[in-house]
């Protein structure tokens, strides 16, 4: 059960930070849950332990972290689509 929580709490977190970017990561469900895992994760390293943790994920540096993430990702998105 402990897996399936995580996948739940990061397809959540990677889909609100598409929500917040007003773009959505490629890949839908499965582009919104590594979204989550790499935000979280960048956040963590950048920001450390911080917030409420639900599912192994602290929050608030995890939903930073895939905002930070969906960003660049759109940045690099929009550049490749330009040439």
């Given at each position: ?5 995580t ?30 895992f ?11 332990e911080?917030?409420?943790?639900i ?5 608030v ?5 895939a ?8 940045l ?8």
């Amino acid at each position: 059960m402990g897996l399936i929580w995580t996948l739940i709490v990061g397809g959540v977190l990677g889909a609100i930070a598409g929500a917040i970017m007003g773009r959505d990561i490629p890949g839908g469900i499965i582009g919104n849950i590594i979204a989550g895992f790499l935000g979280s994760w960048l956040g963590t390293m950048i920001l450390g332990e911080w917030g409420p943790e639900i599912g192994g994920f602290f929050i608030v540096p995890a939903l930073i972290g895939a905002v930070v993430l969906i960003f660049i990702v759109s940045l690099i998105l929009g550049r490749m689509n330009k040439r």
